[in-house]
């Protein structure tokens, strides 16, 4: 088994940051990658950006890539969403997840687990 914890959500205006941080525990071999995806109502759950925990390569999407930044503690116990020049349309909730891949996937039937989520909204 494999938790996972977000934390970090919250309302910022647009143009601001904030850092998500999702925390793991659990086997470390169903966990050897960590995804961000997000959902925002009305709307389906899309990638956002991924990371290896042993080699610390990294995806993102086109939608977030030069303004969101993954990184993990060298414990490879927690993952970070650094969120910068927030965009209204970022608004979602946003949800990590663990695959045992050991490729970086974009659709969420790929990771077999999941936090709960943290809800991230940015005004105008």
């Known amino acids: 088994q494999v938790q996972l914890v977000e934390s970090g959500g919250g309302l910022v205006q647009a143009g601001g940051s904030l850092r998500l941080s999702c925390s793991a525990s659990?086997?470390?071999?169903?966990?050897?990658?960590i995804g961000w995806f997000r959902q925002a109502p009305g709307k389906e759950r899309e990638f956002v950006s991924g990371?290896?925990?042993?080699?610390?390569?990294?995806y993102y999407a086109d939608s977030v890539k030069g303004r969101f930044t993954i990184s993990r503690s060298n414990a490879q116990t927690t993952v970070y969403l650094q969120m910068n020049s927030l965009k209204p349309e970022d608004t979602a909730v946003y949800y990590c997840?663990?695959?045992?891949?050991?490729?970086?996937?974009?659709?969420?039937?790929?990771?077999?687990?999941w936090g709960q989520g943290t809800q991230v909204t940015v005004s105008s």
């Open positions: 990371i290896r925990w042993s080699a610390g390569s990294t």
């Open positions: 997840a663990a695959s045992s891949s050991y490729i970086i996937r974009t659709t969420g039937t790929s990771y077999d687990y």
């Open positions: 659990g086997r470390t071999f169903s966990r050897n990658v």
